[in-house]
DNA sequence: TCAAAAACATTCAGGCTGTATGGAAGCGAT
DNA sequence: ATCGCTTCCATACAGCCTGAATGTTTTTGA
């Protein structure tokens, strides 16, 4: 019995495939210690498959990466709707960042294995397409910021550290308490 | 002519040489990408000589970030001795750091490689062990400054991610100037 | 229905890591 | 001084992985 499907369905069934085992592998092993043979053996496909849809082991690294900011991004745009003031706003979009970079293997691979394996700029660029913006829109209707331009920017890659490095913090099973409350405190006095 | 030198020397050296050639390959072209037989040729040695001297790569290049952490704690030091108050003692402290952090190289050993090879419990024990209750005090000193223990703790890890992100802002040939303006703003804002 | 293209599988070459084995040089005791 | 022992280092080997090249099967479109 030989199933016909369409090649669109095929490709991104295998796509899929590949990515999740991809996923699942280099949040447990680590992008070094995982192997391609293993990707693949998971994935249910060979070899040759992931060198179809990937030029490399990075280029399958770099299209996960992508997807998870997205899928990051949109968790934070779903839950800062409901703005009343900034500073709330601005509060309601770092609790969404906390619980969205709780999925485990979210920390590892956006904040250690990325950087890494991408480089910053790389990072960078992903950060920028995706809710890079939201941030510092959201800073500089803080009344007490009156930064804008290259100001603005820098601030809002520095606060977007600090909740980077809150996030790491929690991950592992460590609590988050002390770097949440303390990181809700400086934001309050820059309003 | 046979030099005739003491296993301490000859130990001392080949270890200084394999270390030297790490690091600059480790910083021109990554972690990941350098190979054994790369560094042991720049340093004139053979491959035996760096497993008789380290238990594998990652153990080489974690004497290498232990050496690099140290170097920039010593550098701090020196440089945030004569204190007046406590905030221009933790501004020049800042200042320090950056200059200390301009040094090549090494923003990709200490903020983007070392936190993937070594993991980021392993960085942490690092910092903690050079220079990390250095910040932790500075903070304490500051006026404004009301928190203890564990919330202590949070907002100095906050405050270094600041720091270590202008950093990274820095490296590259990038003007580092908004980012350094814009924390040392921050800073006088908790003073 | 049939050629072309896409999707996937298999094979191959090169390199790298870590270990095991071997040799040379220093060290301590006699 | 020399002899066993240890330290230091070099060489050889086995296993694995990556990426490219080459084959095979399935789908597509005419």
Redesign the interface.
């Known amino acids: 019995m030989q199933e016909r499907r369409s090649n669109a369905d095929r490709r991104q069934e295998t796509r899929a495939a590949l990515l999740s085992a991809a996923r699942a592998l280099f949040t447990e092993t680590g992008?070094?210690e995982t192997g391609t043979p293993e990707i693949v053996a998971r994935a249910g496909v060979t070899r040759g498959a992931l060198y179809h849809h990937f030029a490399d082991k990075r280029a399958l690294f770099l299209a996960l990466i992508e997807a998870e900011a997205q899928a990051i991004a949109a968790s934070i745009d779903a839950a800062s709707l409901d703005a009343t003031d900034p500073l709330t706003a601005l509060r309601q979009g770092a609790r969404a960042y906390f619980t969205a970079m709780q999925v485990p293997g979210r920390v590892r691979l956006m904040l250690?294995?990325g950087?890494?394996?991408l480089?910053?700029?790389e990072m960078r660029r992903i950060d920028a397409d995706t809710g890079g913006a939201t941030l510092r829109e959201g800073l500089a209707a803080l009344p007490g910021v009156t930064?804008t331009g290259?100001?603005l920017?820098?601030?809002a890659?520095?606060v977007?550290?600090?909740f980077?490095?809150?996030a790491?913090?929690s991950?592992?099973g460590n609590d988050a308490g002390?770097?949440a409350?303390?990181?809700d405190s400086?934001l309050a006095?820059?309003a």
């Open positions: 992008y070094a250690i294995d950087p890494s394996v480089g910053p700029d930064a290259e100001d920017a820098a601030l890659d520095l977007s550290a600090m980077d490095r809150a790491l913090a991950a592992g002390p770097h409350a303390m990181l400086l006095r820059l």
